[in-house]
């Protein structure tokens, strides 16, 4: 079976046309069955395409002209989902012209472009953002919800938990990820209503593919233990952002440290190949590409400043989600869940 | 003036007596005026003593067998305050026999037990745990609430920015601290109800001894930019930890790096001094002590985790505090802000 052709907003991030090519070719480079449909100005994607002739017969353009903008409110830019590239790039996997699109433009936009083209999950209420961070252990972490809704009630936070460990098994390999809810402590008083509401019924839930373990705090977010966070979007997007400014503070400190005289300077070159090995480990292009889940397709966001090894990690994401068929495996665990409560509510809920 | 003494309870934290006594003496060495009362086993804390002979003659004991659990709930520990250490030291700052309350003992039950025996302020509706963060910049940045109250509406937000800039004056010594709201973006559409309300609020707010400007994201926390940061207790200790855990994160990902190979090693061994330099900045201990702020008295929360020269900047800071008149600087700005909304009802509150 060929991998359905991925649409990628060409005009989305701050650099525009030439990064998300270069991304594009780059990750085709990893995977020469890829295929992409280019949305966006015509003349530059075409200017774009000429310097990776290996992408010219594996691409088809999308002229348009008009671009959603970085700090346009997201009702505004949905009255022009038939015009922008943003909006043409949704739309082509609503055709079934794309099995996946790809932009680095303005969030708010893309989750509301996608929402309304796309549609939710039968059982799914709202979509979440999720992402992939870096931990000490072997496998990445994912996060969500990172923005898509400020609140989430219990069932929202329910959803989370099974869209995120759906997510996980992709990525891991794991056949149940530990998955946890963020709150301020591991006690089962902790916390708002909605999380403890929601602890309990995951803890009830039997048959899911995750192994479900209370509350994390988020000091343990990157130890490695726990595979699955899950939140409601504002404390997501508060945690994932002061985990990103605190890695760059310590680097900061650390840069400044190592050129504060001449020893720490030698001892810098001398110990490079650890920094960079640092360096890389936490350069968010690697795991750029944030993944709107519980929709009716696969829709992923780049990183409006990653670079084009970024862009391809967020492409090779989007095409992972489609081999592996994320949609399928979400919507098979919702139906599972939705047996249980049956069962459960038939007063045989104790029965595995 | 003679600053009035300082009671410790002795029995809480990790390690107990002898970190707590310790840290007493440490803080001493620096400031030779301070005086204690010593809330806990006597025999021990006399024990303790026996190695620290200048604190002999400026601490007094004051005997109990009771101590607050670490797990234990705060509504549990409540009924004990006449009887725990915990319970004893707050007290002591009630009725007088001492000036300000140092504690690394449960922090819930620890506000609970302060809130109760000190009342919060008049025009204060809620007390909020601040504390101390380094950042890139020349000044440590304040954070509030970390965690005393789950949730927060518009006014308690409001109060939480005045109580917060009047702390960070003490310690900058700003006249008018640069406060924000943290919030996930910094467009005003941005965050919840309550975020935008309060926003509106201390934007049309005048006669504060603060330069208020909106919202900061959490990765800006730490670049030196912002002096308090003002946030509800769930998204401020979600934002506290993982900027805690992230810091951790990326030294150990730095030490397993440098002991990656033998070059790495003798590149660390020759920048010892400049990561020296970071661990210092990063120690918790250099910024131990959170306060209670709102409250007729002030009471310090000691990590629990603290070494001796942690616990002694947790007693510094309430000294501080204690010294600059804390408490009487919160009531002088709420009763500003009360004149200031009596001339705005009045119909002239734009004439400064």
């Not at 994607?45 to 671009?67: F, Q, W, Y």
């Not at 609140?151 to 959803?159: G, H, I, M, P």
């Not at 929601?198 to 977010?221: M, N």
């Amino acid at each position: 079976m060929s991998l359905p052709r991925i649409a990628v907003d060409a005009m989305g991030g701050d650099e525009g046309v030439r990064v998300m090519v270069e991304g594009a070719a780059l990750a085709r480079r990893r995977h020469d069955q890829f295929k992409f449909l280019l949305v966006g100005d015509e003349k530059r994607i075409a200017a774009a395409l000429d310097t990776h002739p290996g992408m010219r017969g594996a691409s088809e353009i999308l002229h348009c002209e008009d671009v959603v903008g970085g700090d346009e409110k997201p009702t505004q830019a949905l009255r022009r989902a038939k015009t922008t590239s943003m909006g043409l790039t949704v739309n082509a996997v609503k055709q079934g012209e794309a099995g996946a699109a790809v932009s680095a433009g303005n969030t708010g936009a893309l989750m509301a472009m996608s929402k309304l083209a796309l549609r939710t999950l039968p059982g799914i209420d709202r979509p979440a953002l999720a992402a992939l961070m870096p931990t000490l252990g072997d496998n990445d972490v994912i996060m969500l919800d990172l923005g898509a809704n400020t609140e989430a009630d219990a069932r929202n936070l329910v959803q989370f938990a099974i869209m995120g460990a759906a997510y996980s098994r992709i990525v891991t390999g794991l056949a149940e990820p530990r998955v946890r809810l963020l709150n301020i402590g591991t006690e089962e008083t902790k916390g708002t209503d909605a999380l403890r509401v929601a602890a309990a019924q995951l803890q009830a839930a039997t048959g899911l593919a995750l192994s479900f373990d209370g509350f994390v705090e988020s000091d343990k977010i990157n130890r490695g233990e726990v595979d699955v966070v899950v939140t409601d979007g504002f404390s997501g997007n508060i945690a994932l952002k002061a985990i990103e400014g605190a890695a760059r503070f310590v680097t900061d400190l650390l840069r400044s440290a190592f050129t504060s005289s001449l020893r720490s300077k030698i001892g810098f070159l001398v110990s490079r190949p650890a920094t960079e090995l640092l360096r890389h480990h936490l350069d968010p292009n690697n795991h750029n590409g944030a993944v709107f889940l519980g929709l009716n397709g696969v829709v992923v966001k780049s990183h409006g400043s990653a670079s084009a090894a970024g862009v391809a990690n967020a492409v090779t994401v989007a095409a992972r989600l489609l081999e592996e068929d994320l949609t399928h495996r979400i919507s098979a665990d919702l139906a599972e869940l939705g047996e249980a409560r049956l069962r459960a509510s038939n007063g045989n809920g104790g029965a595995k």
